[in-house]
């Protein structure tokens, strides 16, 4: 059954298309069972994020592209995205490369979602690397102007202010033409010039629905400026999500996953929690997903807080046979 809202907007033929999609916070033996298990259950894209070495000591993290790779040789149909690679730790010709090669293994279903890191513990793989964390936007900016036309044109030379090669040709070019959407994740006003002028998609995480309205609204500007037809851009989000038969279940998990770990002196663990996660039960996943669609939201990555891998699994289910029927 349509919401008054929804109705409303089929009548008047303006009911927006939308996606959704769930990332795989899952150990990684289990990630073709998970895309496969998305797969059945109606989502459009199962994400990865990445880290070389997330804090000191560090927790276990793998490589997104990889793991990419192997969700496509397990499944058919859906859409598999990099939520996020951390491009300014990579050379561009190299990225632009795996990028090609994950896209061609998948026929044409990456999501190629691109960020910077840096903060907090993150600094870390940085220094490692070698790379100055200082530079990370200006490098990132430069790189994906290069990789745009790594994929295609041939014989590409460059000369930059992080990067110099000359006559590069990288073939086979992706499945996708002219290359896989290219999504820029972040929340600082840089980022949505980024996405606005060289991305595809925007991709911000941990923002309140204020803050979504407002960085879509500022990342269509940029766009707009620039020239380019924002008609068929992606505003996304990755939302962290916590549905449970038990509204104050539902928030404490929410809580223990995000409030804690972002709390201040000025705002409570669950303040933070409320103001940045989708919680309660499938029905109040409905009125906050169509909060964000009036936000400008078309494209969502649910990212599920549970316990155990037996709840994440519980919560995709129940969002895709409770929620997701009133907005398909």
């Given at each position: 059954?349509?919401?008054c809202r929804r109705?409303?907007r089929?009548?008047?033929g ?6 959704f999609?769930?990332s795989?916070n ?20 199962v ?8 804090g000191n000591?560090p927790?276990p993290?793998l ?6 790779a192997?969700?496509?040789?397990a499944t058919?149909?859906?859409?598999v995205m990099t ?11 190299l990225?632009?490369?795996?990028v090609?090669t994950v ?17 907090r513990d ?15 936007g200006r490098?990132?900016?430069e790189?994906l102007?290069?990789m745009?036309?790594l ?7 460059h000369k930059?202010e992080?990067?110099q090669f ?10 996708q033409k002219?290359y896989?959407?290219?999504w820029?994740?972040?929340?600082s ?12 998609g ?11 309205k ?13 020239g380019?037809?924002m008609?068929?851009?992606h505003f996304?989000?990755v939302?962290?999500?916590a549905?449970?038969?038990d509204p104050k ?7 223990k ?9 000025q705002r ?7 103001g940045?996660c989708?919680?309660?039960?499938a029905?109040?996943?409905v009125k906050a997903i169509q909060?964000?669609v009036?936000?400008?939201v078309r ?8 316990r155990d891998?037996?709840g ?6 129940v ?6 029927p009133?907005?398909r």
């Amino acid at each position: 059954m349509l919401t008054c809202r929804r109705l409303e907007r089929y009548v008047s033929g303006v009911t927006p298309t939308l996606t959704f999609g769930c990332s795989a916070n899952i150990e990684a033996r289990d990630l073709a069972a998970f895309a496969r298990r998305a797969e059945e259950l109606g989502y459009d894209r199962v994400v990865t994020g990445e880290h070389v070495q997330d804090g000191n000591p560090p927790r276990p993290t793998l490589l997104s592209l990889p793991l990419m790779a192997a969700a496509a040789g397990a499944t058919k149909r859906i859409r598999v995205m990099t939520g996020i690679v951390i491009a300014p730790l990579y050379h561009p010709v190299l990225l632009a490369k795996m990028v090609a090669t994950v896209d061609r293994v998948s026929d044409g279903r990456l999501d190629f979602g691109i960020g910077l890191g840096g903060q907090r513990d993150t600094r870390i793989e940085y220094d490692i690397l070698g790379v100055p964390v200082e530079t990370r936007g200006r490098r990132a900016n430069e790189m994906l102007q290069v990789m745009q036309r790594l994929w295609t044109e041939e014989h590409v030379t460059h000369k930059g202010e992080f990067f110099q090669f000359e006559d590069a040709t990288l073939l086979p070019q992706p499945a996708q033409k002219p290359y896989p959407p290219l999504w820029v994740a972040g929340r600082s006003e840089a980022a949505m010039k980024r996405a606005g002028t060289l991305g595809d998609g925007w991709l911000p995480y941990l923002v309140t629905v204020r803050r979504l309205k407002e960085s879509n609204e500022a990342v269509r500007t940029y766009g707009e400026a620039a020239g380019r037809d924002m008609s068929t851009y992606h505003f996304g989000v990755v939302q962290p999500t916590a549905v449970a038969d038990d509204p104050k279940e539902a928030l404490a998990i929410a809580v223990k996953n995000v409030g804690q770990r972002y709390a201040t002196p000025q705002r409570s663990a669950e303040d933070i929690a409320k103001g940045l996660c989708i919680t309660g039960t499938a029905k109040d996943c409905v009125k906050a997903i169509q909060d964000r669609v009036d936000a400008g939201v078309r494209d969502f990555v649910f990212t599920f807080l549970a316990r155990d891998e037996h709840g994440i699994h519980r919560q995709m289910e129940v969002v895709s046979k409770q929620a997701l029927p009133n907005f398909r």
